[in-house]
């Protein structure tokens, strides 16, 4: 789920360095996959780590309250080490190396698992294996090449799944959040063949021959045989009609990607969305600096079809093309208001599809058989219960095989058990005696669903919080034990793991990711011998590293890290008596000394978003930390009521009225740190982004300036009437089902942000996500009470991630010296 810009490659979550621009047009991608069930790791945790930009100090003026902050960058502790500076995050002294693996999938890997994988080395893309190392294919050498007279950069390279040929794209375009549009070549036996420009999607299918791809909002059927467009699917494809490609809303906050189709596992059928959004409402979005404009005398206007909440949806439809009849076949079995959250094969001709009302109080799984064109049936009908169906991507199909007592077909989904999200197996023929099998329970949460499932020994692998719900750790449980779970990763120590499988499930990339510095490792979890020191797994044999990440080692050693501290905070007891009790973590300055009176000040960071989680026990050296070092302040993260992990209880309690317990917790844990003898209370300042600049206003509003001294708000929303309609109404209902609920919600008390000391707020002006309109209506009316004690910082053109044109170096730059100001004193002189 993209909650609400909560997605980790945008969003200041965790306030790393930007290392993908998003306004860069040709980006250099060695995302090399094949087939549909290519898995690509990239480390992705690892977006939590970096961050940002450079710092140099500047003079403030001192109304002596308190200790004075130096006017510029200490570097050295008492000890004589290093401290954390803007400068040694910026140029990566901090960073982890990441070695990308990409596991491929070949016709016969499921049962001739061999760990193949894709590499990119000495400007060489080749297919490797784990098991073999003497194996190596080669797919295309080098980074550009010359089709037509014309030069071309190599930006992405796919193997058919027989590994014979490759799709090239070239001259990329970014779209939004996930998307890209650009030209796509066939390679075969040193050849070039150009299926054509502005594509965008091309996807092998299973069979190596054919490709579909969508241009112009059209799906077309590629031959790599003839090397020409066979069939043209669809032929109403406009600006208002997506044929296998999401608009913006199913892009941001349904399917997470840019692709809205899938093959059968044999390419005989092709399955995709027909998303009309003729009903949709526009958006403008004015750009007033960009480098290409014709005229710069005046802004280029942008419009995007952008559902706000309570306001028409996209229809969506999903239909079936039998490419041995030539025919579409359109699926009737939704409503024109519900969304499809997510779509699965689970057989050759066989296909589940997730369904929701449009504020995801129901959920209803539909069976279609491609086979017998456009029939369909209901499996599942589930209600949320005072809660909210959130989207699944991982729903893992499970074919029949009878001498491994799987009768049918299958597919192992995530479900709530008894409050806690948990694998259930369930068979596609619902007339069985037991149509689903409950495969692990507890009072601890299965994490985004089935990671792998080893089709030879029935075993399902998962990543979990069973330990606990600030780290995850990979376990694995049998079809025919049901509820007996394994462990693959070591509990005894602390670990926050990431895994991914080789096709048959015989590999695991492990990924290492916090608390302490990472590494990866490939694994043979059917070795017949086990590993002596065990580092990471008890299960299986260490092959070898992929990467140690010993320089960074040896890096550390010369700088004093200011700590992490994990812990469950008690913030006294909510209304029906109970304590509330949430994940944290500090971070002490360096030369922390307790006894010191009436001395530190705290920044806490808050996100806060439903179903989130910031308090997570990964490696991470970056803005939090530039804080601690350069201020000398406590930087403290709470995960309040209503972020995720632990349980439905726990999150749910925010339904139909964001913003209420998340900043009331907020305040409690700064009520609680101002009691500490060695805290100023009268520094005591909060920042967040996006959800958390919502939050941050929200936390600013209610409590009035008496415990929190200062605020950050960057890119906030401010009226949920203001953003996406999937997004809001999953969390608040429609606004004609919740008028009073959307009324508190809002940024509305502008009397109470009079009483707080200072505050400073941000957006960027083209932010296609949280619309700059979110802070210009909660300016409005900050000035029509007359309000004057903040802060403006506006960047021309930048998205939700602000970053066009240097302003990602400038908003943290902003960030860091405003608050450096603020502990000063300087603004209530």
Known sequence: MSDFAR??????????????????????SFLVTACLSLSTVLFSAYLFISIISSLKGSGTLNNGSGPRLPNKQIDYTKDGLLKVSFANVRNRTFQPEVKPLQWISTPDSHKNDKGLYVTFENDTYSVRSVLDESYSKTLFEGTSFTYDSKNYTVDAVVASPELSKVLIRSETEKGWRHSTFGTYFVYENDSFHKIDSEISIAKWSPNSRDIVYVKGNDIYLYSSDSHETSKRITNDGSELVFNGKPDWVYEEEVLEGDTALWWSPTGDYLAFFKINETSVEEFPIPYFVQENQTNSAYPELRKIKYPKSGSSNPINKLNIYDLSADKVSQIDSTSDDSLITEVTWVGNHEIIAKVSDRSSD???????????????????IEESDGGWWEITHKTTFVPKDKSRSRSYNGYIDLVPVDGYNHLVYFTTNVTTEIPSVVLTSGEWEVVDGPAAFDEEFNNVYFIATKKSSTERHLYYVNLERPQKVYAVTDERLNGYYSASFSAGARFLLLNYLGPDVPYQKIIDLKSDTKDKNIRGNIIGKTLYYLEKNEKLHNSLKRYAIPARIFRELTLGKDQNGSDIIVNSYEILPNDFDPSLKNHYPVFFFAYGGPNSQQVAQTFGIGFNQVIASQLDAIVVVVDGRGTGFKGKEFRSIVRGNLGDVESTDQILAAKLYGQNSYVNKEKISLFGWSYGGYLTLKTLEKDAGKHFKYGVSVAPVTDWLLYDSVYTERYMHTPQKNPEGYDKCKVHNATAFATVPRFLLMHGTADDNVHFQNSLKYLDLLNLNNIENYDVHVFPDSDHSIQYHNANVIVFNKILNWIRHAYNGDFLL
């Open 362 to 380: 129901i959920l209803t799984v539909i069976m279609v058989d491609a086979a017998d064109g456009s029939r369909s049936e209901v499996s599942r």
């Open 7 to 28: 997605d980790e490659e945008t969003d200041a979550a965790e306030f790393r360095l930007q290392l993908s621009k998003p306004h860069e047009h040709r980006r250099r």
